[in-house]
């Protein structure tokens, strides 16, 4: 299978070099000079659902084109994608020092930006925090409601599993050094998060924003709304990309695709899917 | 006969026989299989974080290099002991019921919906902790007490436990002599003093077994766990004066910490996720000796005759 991979996408390179060298990236906007071939998109599980929409629209524009995207997590995504087990690789967080050093050559492609917001069930009637008492809440230094200017009532943090993209981009957004609240009831997906923080009182979680629904109310952070247009703005300072990896200059459909991404025609379905357009 | 056809029949016999080896081997070769795997993907934990070091410390957190799991071990232990203590004495009960008392038509009413428990899928039993348990569990007015936790997890491990139990039980109960009731009944004894000191006691290896298998069901649940326990890694501890409080605890249990890391586990953590499973499968083997030995020595000791 990955013979067989691997040499589709040789072909698929050395027929794109014959016509144009280096321009491989025309054919991508649905030039007719047609690229025919496949390509594996490994990683994130946050990043997948988007990728999935971006690779149909971009077979519909390439019939010849299959793109096959599957999960495994950001950590999968980023070790693929360097070492070519996949042709690019999802991850939802920023690659990190570590990653970097491991293969340098690796190139990080933002196709999106996603943001998370804090949100509690809806009876607590705080309506905003300061990014250092979001910190100090979920690292367990405030404990109880009433130190934020709520009523007395304990504070039940509810978080994603270790390893997962959102907690790992959540800590190193808001929490930094401090470590997560060891007592956080942990729950191994974000509708489990948002079920159990709208239906436990006093409770407190991060969300993706396409996770957002009525049953849990959001908290403004230092004085705005998770809104898009507050990560536009700048005044959200809660967000994180949504990263493609490949090792070094993606070419053939890989190239292609992620050009058609980041037009304007990929970066509208970004926008469709609730994610964030990365200018 | 012909000497003819009992040679045919000879044939038959060895080619059943070596069938049926064939089919009790498989067995055995797929719990080694399984046995070697594990502990082959869990070798690069124990020599770099090393096992002692790992099921004495209480702290699990693999984005800094720390993997206890003695915390899970402790969560998975109370959770079992839990649903033990709830669901053993109903599901005794339910076997009795079906097997000494209950009128036939209402016994096959009752065993019909026991069973139907054995067959209703865990996610749906977690599910339904998740919904109704969890806030009746809060309900408790103790501080602390959020709902999630050990006894919302032991109530819902009681019941997916009792359909196992009870039906063990109640044939163990049924293949006791019927002239063993009849004779205590003839000596005086009532119905209740005939079950109580002749029947139960007669059938007691046959419900050690029902217990251990319970045991066997509760340690290795895993989806309903995850979704009623709160998977903190924090060591169970009363959070009120009441020594009991510690039911309303938090815990993860080690099938559950394996569920919910191993979808973004690589490395190190990978391979630590790998040894609970190691520790998991030591720790089943230890109940099943133990349980298997008590069921002898209960055997070796009889009935009194």
Redesign the interface.
């Known amino acids: 299978m990955m013979r067989k991979l691997a040499l589709l996408a040789a072909l698929v390179v050395a027929a794109g070099c014959g016509q144009q060298p280096g321009t491989a990236g025309e054919a991508g906007n649905g030039a007719p000079a047609g690229i025919r071939g496949e390509i594996s998109v490994v990683g994130s599980t946050t990043v997948q659902p988007l990728a999935e929409v971006l690779a149909e629209a971009f077979e519909t524009l390439n019939p010849g084109v299959t793109i096959i995207v599957s999960g495994g997590g950001s950590s999968v995504g980023v070790k693929s994608g360097a070492d070519g087990t996949a042709h690019i690789g999802m991850c939802s967080r920023h690659v990190k020092e570590s990653e970097f050093q491991e293969s340098p050559n690796i190139m990080v492609h933002t196709v999106a930006n996603d943001g998370i917001a804090i949100v509690v069930e809806p009876s607590v009637p705080v309506d905003g925090l300061t990014l250092l008492q979001c910190r100090d809440i979920f690292s367990g230094v405030i404990t109880n409601w009433n130190e934020v200017g709520g009523p007395a009532m304990p504070i039940i943090v509810v978080s994603r599993e270790e390893g997962s993209g959102t907690r790992g981009a959540f800590e190193e957004l808001v929490l930094g050094d401090a470590l997560m609240a060891e007592s956080a009831i942990l729950q191994p997906s974000n509708g489990a998060v948002r079920t159990t923080c709208s239906t436990t009182p006093g409770a407190v979680a991060y969300l993706s924003f396409g996770y957002l629904d009525s049953s849990v109310k959001t908290v403004a952070v230092d004085g705005a709304l998770p809104t898009p247009e507050n990560v536009a703005a700048g005044t959200y300072p809660v967000y994180r990309p949504l990263n493609m990896i490949t090792d070094g200059q993606p070419g053939g459909i890989a190239g292609a695709w992620l050009e058609f991404i980041l037009s304007d025609e990929g970066q509208a379905i970004v926008v469709a899917e609730h994610y964030l357009p990365v200018n | 006969m012909t000497p003819d056809s009992a040679r045919g029949k000879n044939r038959v016999e060895s080619v059943m026989r070596a069938l049926l080896m064939v089919a009790a081997l498989s067995s055995v070769a797929i719990v080694l299989l399984i046995g070697v795997f594990t502990l082959k993907e869990a070798i690069p934990a124990f020599q770099g974080i090393g096992p002692l070091s790992m099921l004495t410390e209480k702290v699990w957190?693999?984005?800094?290099e720390s993997f206890g799991i003695l915390a899970m071990i402790a969560g998975s232990g109370l959770v079992t002991l839990g649903s033990i203590l709830i669901g053993v004495p109903l599901a005794l009960g339910c076997a009795v019921f079906l097997a000494e008392v209950a009128p036939r038509w209402i016994a096959n009413i009752v065993r019909p919906s026991v069973e139907l428990l054995a067959g209703i899928p865990s996610v749906v039993y977690g599910l339904f902790g998740?919904?109704v348990l969890?806030?009746a569990v809060?309900g408790i007015d103790v501080?602390?007490n959020?709902?999630?936790g050990l006894l919302t997890a032991s109530m819902v491990l009681a019941v997916m436990i009792l359909p196992t139990i009870a039906s063990v039980t109640e044939t163990a109960l049924r293949s006791v002599p019927r002239s063993y009731y009849n004779g205590s009944l003839a000596l005086g004894a009532t119905r209740w003093e005939s079950i109580r000191r002749v029947n139960i006691p007669a059938a007691r290896s046959g419900i050690l077994s029902a217990v251990v298998l319970g045991l066997g069901r509760a340690l290795g649940e895993t989806i309903a766990m995850?979704?009623v326990i709160?998977?903190?890694?924090?060591m169970p501890k009363a959070i009120t004066s009441n020594p009991l409080s510690i039911f309303l605890s938090?815990a993860?249990t080690l099938t559950g910490n394996i569920?919910?890391?191993i979808?973004?586990?690589?490395g190190l953590?990978e391979s630590a996720l790998f040894a609970t499973g190691v520790v998991l499968f030591l720790l089943i083997m230890i109940v099943n000796t133990t349980a298997r030995g008590l069921i002898k020595a209960s055997m070796a000791g009889g009935v009194a005759r």
């Open positions: 957190r693999p984005g800094q998740m919904v969890v806030p809060r501080p602390g959020v709902g999630f995850i979704m709160g998977n903190s890694v924090i938090r993860r569920a919910v890391e979808n973004y586990a690589t953590h």
